[in-house]
């Protein structure tokens, strides 16, 4: 009960700020200290901020705040220079599976090393959300958790397509990808996954490329024939191109009224070849636009 936590974003005013320094006067009930953890601190107002300052430069001997937040620099350095700083990373795959590997054994649940390599790409650097995602798992599971059951969980578009789908685009066969990117869709995965998936495979091809392996690198877990094959169709500019026109498309996704069509297009673009910086676009769009004028002049 001498624990309290504030949600900064919904309590940011200098009101909620006054109440609070006027109850952290008090004792502790029970413990030998009151701690107030202010979540998403960078949201408080600057009033709000001026007002805590007083209590942070003197704080009682019971009172322990723990500011939180994802965004440091804007906590202002007034504050900052009264605090001690803590800087969490993110956990690596590598500790994340081992941890959920042990969880599964102390519950006694049989799972696939695949499944929680899976699950650990997934939580992205988070273990409370990889937790999750095994307890959901475990639920839907008849035993064993499997690769297939976590795909098929968190909408995974799954390695064996996206390969034949790099194929189809290192073959230029637009028809081809297309018929795969039909297929997913009657399965019922999402236009943004397979794009996110696929973008995902180019870079560990681009690191692959680069460095020649990709061991200590958190990437999209895949085995090394694969990368050592398909890293070899492409020059490392044109994979590159080939992410910035895929993280153009997710961009483009947002907006477009008819999403299916802006993915074919930029499919048939990776299939084509014809990928290139935004400078190389501008300039084929002013060169076409040349064409038709003088198409114009001509005809009159």
Known sequence: IDVYEIDAASNRGIDEIRDLRDRAKYASAEGRY??????????LTKEAFNALLKTLEEPPAHL?????????????????????????RRITVSEIEARLRCVCG??????????????????????????SILDQCISL????????LVQDMLGLVGHSWIYRMTEALAAHKAQDAWNLLAELLRGG????????????????????RAAGSVEGIDLY??????????SSYWESDALMQMISRLHECM???RWSPQPRITVEVALLSLASGNVGTEDDLDARMTAAKEMEQEKAITAS
């Open 189 to 208: 995965k999402d236009l943004k996954q397979i794009v996110a998936e696929l973008e995902l495979h180019l870079r560990s091809l681009m690191v692959y």
């Open 106 to 131: 102390q519950m006694d649940v049989p799972a696939d090393d695949k499944a929680l390599e899976l699950i650990a790409l997934q939580a992205d650097g988070g273990l409370r959300d990889a937790l």
């Open 251 to 253: 961009q483009e996704l």
């Open 141 to 148: 599971s008849d035993g064993t958790v499997t690769a297939e």
């Open 34 to 43: 009151t701690v107030y953890i202010i979540d998403e601190v960078h949201m």
């Open 64 to 88: 322990i705040f723990i500011l939180a937040t994802t965004e440091a620099n804007a906590v202002p350095p007034t504050i900052q220079s009264r605090c001690q700083r803590f800087d969490f």
């Open 221 to 230: 877990a895949e085995p090394e024939e694969v990368l050592k094959k398909q």
